[in-house]
């Protein structure tokens, strides 16, 4: 956790000037419980929003001028509002940039600039979406410092938008659309087609969600999840030979699983994927079922399902995710656990009994560092707001 005092001395230093006119933002990190790997291929997910997140302070400007600081990074990002581009060596700022861009072209007008502060207590790299919170952080900033009329939902596409054609990640809309519109105490059955959403209360009793973070790079994740989505495109165009009406992977029923594992018997590798996405589309329908009708122990074993599906099919877990995963699985306080994100390194979620956690957590890191050597990191997840502003009484971290 970072010091108050030592924040607040920073953002003067790069900010200098007075409160009264610093307005302060926060949006959260995510964990999809089920449906992974799906948002793109037009299907269902089931993600929650965190009280882990991003906050941002900011101070606007009059002369076009952005200027973006992290305090998990050592340089000042500066640009103006009428030249913004795509720069490698600028980092996380090109994600805030194009969402900047995103809104000035939404609205027809020009930001008027600022000063943009940000600090997080989500890991970097843990697949909690720490970039889409930087996104949709900025971008509610944006909207309030230019009064402009966003509704959340819209933020989220906004931002999906800048991160597809400004950074060029060929990400879905889950993640955006998870830190937008969250909602305490609930996850988002979300139709990443459509759009459309319900709210679904999560209603633990004496479990609570445990997620654990590997402490792994995870290189390879941008690199596999385009090969991954290629591949994806590639299975539907050979799919749609026999089913020429779906548009979508997700669209595929059960029923007709079988007529598409002979048709692409001899291309293993996209029946793996596609495998996946139909299965996974229909854990995801079914876990929402068996969470509102309270079967805790049935989710957990979809959330199981979902990891041996991402390992086998999907091929994204890893050996560290399967070692996490395999570890919470032993322990007998756990209904179920799968990893969440993009994959190759990130976090598994647990569904855990909460006075059997300690015990959980300590099983969990002796095997976890007997395979790997690696050390895991734990928090109790909350679920939380979706992108807000905060009340402003002093500089809050």
Known sequence: MHDTEALQAKFFWFSPGDMTDVRQFFAPGRVNLIGEHIDYNGGHVF????TRGVSLWVRPRADGVVRFFSVDFPETIEARVDELEFRPSDGYANYTKGVIKAVQEEAGTLFCGGDF???SNLANGAGLSS??????????????????????????VLSQRAENDFVGVNCGIMDQFAVAMG?????????????????????????????????????LADSKYNERRSECEAALR???EILPDIQNLTQISIDRWDDVETHLASEPNLLRRARHVVFEEHRTNEAVRVLKAGRLAAFGQLMNDSHVSLRDDYEVTG???????????????????????AGFGGCTVSLVRRAAI???EEHVRVAYADKTGLQPSFYVSEIGDGVHEQQKEGLEV
């Open 183 to 219: 909602k305490a105490g609930h996850a988002i059955f979300l139709d990443c087609q459509t759009l459309a959403y319900e709210w679904v209360p999560v209603t633990l009793g004496d479990y609570a969600l445990v997620i654990t973070n590997t402490n792994e790079r995870r290189g």
């Open 358 to 360: 300690p015990e959980f």
């Open 238 to 240: 050979r799919i749609q």
């Open 131 to 156: 970039s889409a919170a930087v996104e949709v952080v900025t971008a509610a900033a944006v909207r309030a410092l230019m009064a402009y009329p966003l509704d959340n939902a819209r933020i989220a």
């Open 117 to 119: 502060f940000y600090m």
């Open 319 to 341: 050996p560290a995710l399967d070692a996490l995963a395999e570890a919470a699985w032993s322990f007998s306080g756990c209904l179920g656990s799968r990893m969440t994100g």
């Open 47 to 50: 993600p929650a929003a965190l």
